[in-house]
Each structure stands twice: as structure tokens, then as C-alpha cells.
């Protein structure tokens, strides 16, 4: 997949409708739920044993960049909008994507003590600030900071797009966020949370492979 290198100010594609958008090539990516067993508490993985979780399959992907800022643009189809916690039964509808801190990382446990991961995630119940995780292994998820990630989301119908910015760089986040560099070749893997299936934290839809992305120069 490549990003492609864009001479305007990112602002631009900030939101998901923006026209420049429609000219960027799309990556289709499968999802699938994920393992109740990998479920650190015994609670979740038990209570939820008759549900399936991962109800959407499918999230459409686009990126771009200039030189000093990174957009992704996700689209999937959800006929339930969900944008609060209601009772324990329905959450806010979300999306992230996944990168390894470092060269490599393993998905299926969102890293380890040695190969860390940092994920970019938007929730609908706060739309224009995204959060920024750390995790080294499942269980260990920690929001790092609220304010380098600019989200957009647009529900219309019954599709969710959303728009992620973040710069290349952030300083004095070394180690807790990943760095990108121009012609970097970056491994990036993506979750959609269906909040009317009760989906939240480690219930959700995961692409189960990584995808490599290409930071055109
Ligand atoms: C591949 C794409 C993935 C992304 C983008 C991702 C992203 C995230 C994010 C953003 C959170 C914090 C949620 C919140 O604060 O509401 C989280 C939590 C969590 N995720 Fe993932 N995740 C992915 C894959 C997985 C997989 C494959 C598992 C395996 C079971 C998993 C298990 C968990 C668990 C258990 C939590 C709860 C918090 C914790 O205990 O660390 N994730 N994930």
C-alpha cells in the first residue's frame, strides 16, 4: 500500500468527504474477531462465550502524507450508530489502527516487552481528539497522550468514514509513539469496534495481518 506524498497542507484531507481523498488508491481490509480465549480477564472471555464478536468484517483504507504529517482515511458499514455508553450493553462505535513501534511486532498480542506497538484510536463519543496507546503484550495498554492526533468522522448512510492525522515526528515521544520518516516502509494493522455488539477494549474486529505501507519520498 502506498501513501501518497501530497504538496498541500494536510488541514486539507482533514475531513473524511474531502475531495482529495477520492484520488487516493484504496486498500480493502478483511477483519475478523478476535480470540475470546486471548481475553486477559476470564470474565470477558467466559460472560461473552455465546456472542460473536467482530461484527464488522471489512474496513476500506487510504493514506497520505506530506512532509511533515501523516493522514489515514477508514471507511466501514454500520448500520447501528452508536456515539455513547448506554448501560453495559452498548458502547461507543470506534477505530484504530496499529503500528509497530520499532521494525516488527507481533499483532496478535498488540506487541510485546521487546517489540512495543503504538496505536492511533478514534472513538465516537470523542470525535475530534484521538488517543494515542502504548502497549508491549495484551494487557498492557496505556494512553499516552490525547492531543497529537487529530480525528474527523462523518456517519451517513450507514457508513463511517474518519480521518486520522498525526505529524511524521513528535518529539520527546521517542520509544512510546512510532516515528516516521520520508520513503519509510511501515508495517500498519486496523481495528473497528461495533459498539451496539457491546464491543469495547480488547473486543473488536482486527485485520490479522499486517499491511506494509509505503511513505513515498
Ligand atoms: C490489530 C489491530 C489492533 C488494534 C489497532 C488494537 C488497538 C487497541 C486499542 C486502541 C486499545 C485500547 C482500547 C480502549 O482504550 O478502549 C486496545 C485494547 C485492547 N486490545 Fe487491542 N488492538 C488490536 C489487536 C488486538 C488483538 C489481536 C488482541 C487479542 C486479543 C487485542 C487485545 C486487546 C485487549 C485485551 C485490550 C484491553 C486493554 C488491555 O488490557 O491492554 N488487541 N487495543
Given at each position: 500500500m502506498l501513501s501518497k506524498k501530497l504538496n498541500v497542507d494536510l488541514a486539507e484531507v482533514s475531513?473524511?468527504?474531502?475531495?482529495?481523498?477520492?484520488?487516493v488508491a484504496t486498500q480493502e481490509v478483511s477483519l475478523i474477531g478476535v480470540?475470546?480465549?486471548?481475553?486477559?480477564?476470564v470474565y470477558i472471555s467466559t460472560g461473552l462465550a455465546n456472542r460473536k464478536i467482530g461484527a464488522v468484517s471489512k474496513v476500506s483504507a487510504k493514506c497520505v502524507h506530506n512532509e511533515t504529517e501523516l493522514a489515514i482515511r477508514l471507511e466501514w458499514e454500520d448500520p447501528n450508530y452508536n456515539i455513547e455508553q448506554k448501560d453495559n450493553t452498548e458502547f461507543p462505535d470506534g477505530a484504530a489502527v496499529l503500528f509497530?513501534?520499532?521494525?516488527?511486532?507481533?499483532?496478535m498480542t498488540m506487541g510485546s516487552e521487546t517489540q512495543p506497538v503504538n496505536a492511533w484510536h478514534w472513538r465516537a463519543d470523542r470525535p475530534a481528539s484521538g488517543r494515542s496507546n502504548f502497549a508491549?503484550?495484551?494487557?498492557?495498554t496505556e494512553v499516552t497522550?490525547?492531543?497529537?492526533i487529530k480525528t474527523e468522522s462523518n456517519y451517513a448512510n450507514k457508513r463511517w468514514s474518519i480521518v486520522l492525522r498525526r505529524a511524521l515526528q513528535v518529539p520527546g515521544q521517542e520509544g512510546k509513539v512510532r516515528q516516521f520518516n520520508l520513503g519509510d516502509t511501515v508495517k500498519m494493522a486496523f481495528a473497528v469496534w461495533e459498539g451496539s455488539n457491546g464491543e469495547r477494549g480488547g473486543l473488536k474486529a482486527f485485520s490479522p495481518q499486517w499491511y506494509e505501507i509505503v511513505l513515498e519520498k
Open positions: 475531513k473524511p468527504d474531502a475531495a482529495a481523498w477520492s484520488a480470540p475470546l480465549g486471548m481475553q486477559p480477564s509497530p513501534i520499532g521494525d516488527d511486532a507481533p499483532l508491549a503484550g495484551l494487557g498492557t497522550d490525547d492531543k497529537q
